[in-house]
């Protein structure tokens, strides 16, 4: 039966294991849910076509009020009851095509997702998410068939929640991946930028697990109408910074690339002019893993910027950008940077702007000791500005050079 050698991963062996432990009238309802939650590409309930937004969110609405209608109203779900192929009648009609159809898709896999939804079902993170270790990630779950059932009923009940609230792939290039959502509102684009951003710099259980939760929460009643998704997860990501805050080379996570990016596209109107205004408004997150010096450490040519050791490795002298930039631009002057970067603006050579903060960085005619201070400065004053925190706020303060805020 399986002359190819190929074993059974990890996620088939386990939905036997789950399924072998339930009783016989949960059975055809749970294998119905892992059939239809395990095609992560294809949201369980899209758009019609030419159907309104405020219809689509009734019937969304409606769904986080009943999960379980969702799985009458599959095709795919249903059973054929025919014995044979000879039994089932031949139909002339074409089949429908009344939803709208993208090129999306999930930002978790499966296997992923399984481990968030067993988490929030335990009310743990102590259960693990390691793909590779997901058969004993779920011996948490142990043989009780109430707690069993109460996971496929998560499955389904998160899975629509995730869906709705949850950002989505799209890839227009092969290279570049863009961000879609089916939650609609005046912030909409924001919401996309901030869970983007989110995506590339923070492990996925740290940011969904206490966004899940509270999609719970406020789902099944009417405060959903008035849930400011964003003040919520600005909120959220604030508080989880705190104590001391480093920005230097060697010391600096990456995520604080990634944060400033997004409070320079948020301000993008007041910060940048023209062309540059223009990239900024097209700006999209990528998991880019390179930290770059600007002026660099071991410059390749003559170069007019010098710059000492302690200042070269300030957050001033910081970008980050893919690896196969990096390798472009390592160790160049700041002069052949600088028309390097022009050249994707104006779109003279193929490439894009991969760091909004870089952007800001190449407005700068001569990069010197003063101006390496001033874009550091005022970098530093934008993350002041995103943080409630007097605490924060101070231990930011004290990182600037001058204790006044740089006009930008």
Wanted: charged fraction near 30%; hydrophobic fraction near 35%; proline fraction near 2%.
């Amino acid at each position: 039966m399986n002359e190819a050698g190929k074993g059974l991963e990890n996620h088939e062996i386990l939905k036997v294991r789950l399924l072998k432990k339930l009783g016989e009238n949960d059975f055809d309802q749970c294998t119905k849910i892992w059939n239809m939650v395990s095609q992560m590409d294809k949201c369980l309930v899209r758009q019609k076509e030419k159907e309104l937004v405020e219809d689509f969110k009734k019937r969304i609405f409606n769904a986080f009020a009943n999960p379980f209608q969702v799985l009458a109203h599959d095709k795919d779900s249903v059973q054929q009851k025919s014995d044979t192929i000879s039994n089932i009648k031949a139909v002339s009609n074409k089949p429908a095509t009344n939803v709208i159809n993208r090129d999306e898709g999930a930002i978790l896999d499966f296997q992923e997702f399984l481990l968030l939804v067993l988490a929030l079902t335990m009310d743990s993170v102590s259960t693990g998410f390691d793909k590779n270790k997901l058969l004993k990630s779920f011996e948490a779950l142990g043989d009780e068939q109430k707690l069993i059932k109460s996971f496929f009923d998560n499955l389904l009940k998160y899975r629509l929640l995730f869906d709705y609230f949850i950002i989505r792939t799209t890839s227009t290039d092969g290279r570049t991946t863009t961000y879609s959502l089916n939650y609609s509102n005046s912030l909409k684009q924001a919401l996309i930028h901030y869970q983007s951003m989110l995506n590339v710099s923070t492990s996925y259980n740290i940011w969904l697990i206490p966004l899940m939760k509270e999609l719970d929460k406020i789902s099944s009643d009417e405060k959903a109408k008035d849930f400011k998704f964003l003040d919520f997860l600005k909120t959220w990501d604030n508080e989880r910074h705190g104590g001391e805050i480093h920005l230097n080379y060697g010391s600096i996570s990456r995520y604080w690339f990634w944060r400033l990016d997004y409070y320079l596209w948020e301000r993008r109107d007041e910060l940048f002019e023209s062309k540059a205004k223009e990239i900024a408004n097209h700006y999209v997150f990528r998991p880019n893993r390179s930290i770059e010096h600007i002026a660099p450490q071991t410059p390749k040519s003559n170069s007019s910027v010098n710059l000492k050791e302690s200042l070269l490795h300030t957050f001033g002298n910081l970008a980050m950008i893919s690896s196969g930039q990096n390798s472009s631009l390592q160790n160049e002057s700041y002069e052949i940077k600088k028309a390097y970067i022009a050249s994707f603006i104006n779109g003279s050579v193929g490439g894009s702007i991969e760091s909004l903060k870089m952007l800001k960085i190449f407005e700068f005619e001569t990069w010197n000791e003063e101006n390496v201070k001033k874009h550091h400065d005022d970098m530093i004053e934008i993350f002041i500005t995103s943080f409630d925190k007097e605490s924060l706020k101070k231990a930011l303060k004290k990182l600037k050079f001058h204790n006044e805020s740089i006009p930008n």
